[in-house]
């Protein structure tokens, strides 16, 4: 995957990470499977699309899995556990679940929800 630089889409960071080019620079429509519009650069709700939450392996794996299933519950998202990670050292495991967001504040909500989870690092 290649990195590259953030979109300003509906007031939140989207980063393409794909080695083609996104529709400010060039790359694929969907990125992280949201659809961007070509013109304008917004989200089209609702969407459905798979949702990676990297935590530190510190946390015990099924309090991990309440706490996030927890937050996802609570911003009323509906959700499905997709599959579980180890990083390659074993300091993170990467949680992947498959979500429904239903508009601009339906996201921003949820997004505000996981960040309390203990040892979140990072949400994709």
Known sequence: ?????PHKVTDLAIFC???????????????FGIRLTMAEQKLIFPQNF??????????????????????LSESKTVHSFVNIRS??????????YNIDIESKEH??????????????????
């Open 1 to 5: 995957m290649i990195w590259k630089k």
């Open 17 to 31: 990470i794909f080695a083609d080019e996104c529709p400010k620079h060039g790359h694929p429509e969907s990125i």
């Open 107 to 124: 996201l921003i909500k949820t997004y505000a929800l996981l960040r309390k989870i203990p040892g979140l690092k990072f949400a994709l």
């Open 50 to 71: 798979d949702i990676k939450l990297i935590v530190t392996a510190e946390i015990p794996h099924e309090e991990t899995k309440r706490n996030i299933s927890q937050a």
């Open 87 to 96: 990083s390659g050292k074993g300091n993170y495991l990467s949680y992947c």
